[in-house]
Antibody, heavy 126, light 107 residues
Framework: QITLKESGPTLVKPTQTLTLTCTFS??????????VGWLRQPPGKALEWLAL???????RYNASLKNRLTITKDTSKNQVVLTMTNVDPVDTATYYC??????????????????WGQGTLVIVST | DIQMTQSPSSLSASVGDRVTITCRAS??????LNWYQQKPGKVPDLLIY???SLQSGVPSRFSGSGSGTEFTLTISSLQPEDFATYYC?????????FGQGTRLEIK
């Protein structure tokens, strides 16, 4: 059974750096084809994709966040960490980590997110 | 970026109704299209992947179709537990993008 759980601060001040950790079980990020991603959802709004890291350390980011994001993995700890610099109140959201799944180990095939972590609410405020 | 547009944005329907939600992509995404259901205060759940494959455990009243730029999610006979918000998502390339959501409400 695959599970993921997000952890990190609930309250962050503007301009600070936010660090979120996704701790997972039931799979290994050293296995070909595996990926872990981060998404967020501001209160009452739609889902926004942030970043994804693959088993081979290939990383993809949402460029709209203007290079504020860094995603890293620690395979030995079964963790993926997302850092977001210079946070702003508009970054207030529930942040989710997700397991990327596909029917093939290669890239370029249909893929989807399942399961999701429970989410962690981050509030950016003074 | 690939833009995903869902219609309608909201929908009122009754138990037993057949409901269809449409998702359009701004460019062809083949069958790289997934559907998620989100209930208030809950985590999104995968319903349909690769446009038409039913996720394990999801009731068969849910179905997906389409390819290229136009896709549909159909619920054949609405049940009380189906009232939620539905999102489409393209996984064709990054950034991965979602539709704005369709809120399905009880009439």
């Amino acid at each position: 059974q695959i599970t993921l759980k997000e952890s990190g601060p609930t309250l962050v001040k503007p301009t600070q750096t936010l660090t979120l950790t996704c701790t997972f079980s039931g799979f290994s990020l050293s296995t070909s084809g595996v990926g872990v991603g981060w998404l967020r959802q501001p209160p009452g709004k739609a889902l926004e994709w942030l970043a994804l890291i693959y088993w081979d350390d290939d990383k993809r980011y949402n460029a709209s966040l203007k290079n504020r994001l860094t995603i890293t993995k620690d395979t030995s700890k079964n963790q993926v960490v997302l850092t977001m610099t210079n946070v702003d109140p508009v970054d207030t959201a529930t942040y989710y980590c997700v397991h990327r799944q596909a029917n093939s180990m290669v890239r370029g095939v249909p893929n989807w997110y399942d399961p999701w972590g429970q989410g962690t609410l981050v509030i950016v405020s003074t | 970026d690939i833009q995903m547009t869902q219609s309608p944005s909201s929908l009122s329907a009754s138990v037993g109704d057949r409901v269809t939600i449409t998702c359009r992509a701004s460019q062809s995404i083949s069958n790289f299209l997934n559907w998620y259901q989100q209930k208030p205060g809950k985590v999104p759940d995968l319903l349909i992947y690769a446009a038409s494959s039913l996720q394990s455990g999801v009731p068969s009243r849910f179905s997906g179709s389409g390819s290229g730029t136009e896709f549909t999610l159909t619920i054949s006979s609405l049940q009380p537990e189906d009232f939620a918000t539905y999102y489409c998502q393209q996984s064709y390339n990054t950034p991965i993008t979602f539709g704005q959501g369709t809120r399905l409400e009880i009439k």
